[in-house]
Nanobody
Framework: QVQLVESGGGLVQPGGSLRLSCAAS????????MSWFRQAPGSQRELVAS???????NYVDSVQGRFTISRDNAKNTVYLQMNSLKPEDTAVYYC?????????????????WGQGTQVTVST
């Protein structure tokens, strides 16, 4: 099977930076789109940024110019560099990926979620 393991969350002051990482592991054939979502208390989960396997990326307007998504396809890892953080960026951040994997000599394709990592922006 496949797992997505996130790291890099924490507490940071407004204006600070954090870098999130998410590594996919398992019997992976390929990884397609990799994305970061976030969910603040009392709010719906929202898409923050996405990166396709051919390098295209897009962002929600509220993080454009502050956050950068990147990926290392050789390591099946996606990163989210977050700069100029604001209190409203406080949320649990989730990694999401569409993965093709093998099981019993067959190939399957499905989406996976990471466990989530807390980002808190506060003085």
């Amino acid at each position: 099977q496949v797992q997505l393991v996130e790291s890099g969350g924490g507490l940071v002051q407004p204006g600070g930076s954090l870098r999130l990482s998410c590594a996919a592991s398992g019997s992976i054939v390929s990884v397609g789109t990799m994305s970061w979502f976030r969910q603040a208390p009392g709010s719906q989960r929202e898409l923050v940024a996405s990166s396709t396997s051919d390098g295209r990326s897009n962002y929600v307007d509220s993080v454009q110019g502050r956050f950068t998504i990147s990926r290392d396809n050789a390591k099946n890892t996606v990163y989210l560099q977050m700069n100029s953080l604001k209190p409203e960026d406080t949320a649990v951040y989730y990694c999401y990926a569409i993965v093709t994997y093998t099981q019993n000599d067959n190939e399957f394709r499905r989406s996976y979620w990471g466990q989530g990592t807390q980002v808190t922006v506060s003085t």
